[in-house]
């Protein structure tokens, strides 16, 4: 079976650029999460979707970051503009349901911004 | 809220040498508590999980952990680690009432020495 499926999984891109991530959740899985990981901060989650319905996006750093799931199947991270403090490696997850506490991570998006 | 404290950022131990990572978790209701172990440059995957019954817990790869309410932790312990265990883990926990978000330690680094 396919895990989560992340694209692309190296992003280099200037100051000010949009950037747009993907996700691909595992086929029957209710909730999608995003997450960043960075060594100052660790592995923060910034929204998480049920039934493709956003939940939480309180860790949204900023209105740059915008999230979106228009289909079971797919869903986008987009940062714009993009500054150079956002590059960290970006985790999809995905879960059966939500509190289930059982989350599959996908391989990341490794976002380098200059 | 639901937290978590990972009380060690790195460990480093000498191979087939015991190891024990510490986590303890404040919560005013009852939990579910989760072991996740990343490989370099991979994501997350799920180590180990509490949800009810026996408080010792065993895992993938040899790993267990107890979950102790009274002192509210749910330490990983290995009896002999090898050099491929050489990896961050990640402790997490989710209330069992009602749809909530993981909420993951900061991680603690293990590091074995040959």
């Known amino acids: 079976d396919a895990g989560v499926i992340q694209s692309p999984r190296h992003e280099v891109t200037e100051m000010g650029q949009e950037v747009t991530l993907r996700c691909k959740p595992i086929?029957?899985?209710?909730?999608l999460f995003w997450y960043r990981q960075t060594m100052m901060r660790g592995l923060e989650l910034l929204i998480y979707?049920?039934?493709?319905?956003?939940?939480?996006d309180s860790g949204m750093p900023e209105d740059r970051f915008s999230a979106k799931m228009p289909n079971a199947s797919f869903s986008t991270l987009k940062i714009q503009p993009s500054e150079p403090r956002d590059s960290a490696v970006y985790f999809c997850?995905?879960?059966?349901?939500?509190?289930?506490?059982?989350?599959?991570f996908g391989e990341g998006s490794r976002l380098t911004v200059l | 809220a639901q937290s978590v404290t990972q009380l060690d950022s790195q460990v480093p131990v000498f191979e087939e040498a015991p190891v024990e990572l510490r986590c303890n978790y404040s919560?005013?209701?009852?939990?579910?508590l989760f072991w996740y172990v990343q490989y370099p440059n991979q994501g997350l995957q799920l180590l180990l999980k509490?949800?009810?019954?026996?408080?010792l817990v065993k895992g993938i790869n040899g790993f267990e952990a107890e979950f102790n309410k009274s002192q509210t932790s749910f330490h990983l312990r290995k009896p002999s680690v090898h050099i491929s265990d050489t990896a961050e883990y990640f402790c997490?926990?989710?209330?069992?009432?009602?749809?909530?978000?993981?909420?993951f330690g900061q991680g603690t680094r293990l590091t074995i020495n040959p």
């Open positions: 086929s029957g899985h209710n909730s």
């Open positions: 979707f049920n039934n493709n319905v956003p939940i939480d």
């Open positions: 509490y949800l009810s019954g026996s408080t």
């Open positions: 997850a995905s879960s059966l349901a939500l509190g289930s506490g059982e989350l599959f």
């Open positions: 919560s005013s209701v009852s939990v579910y």
């Open positions: 997490a926990v989710t209330v069992i009432q009602g749809a909530q978000k993981l909420v």
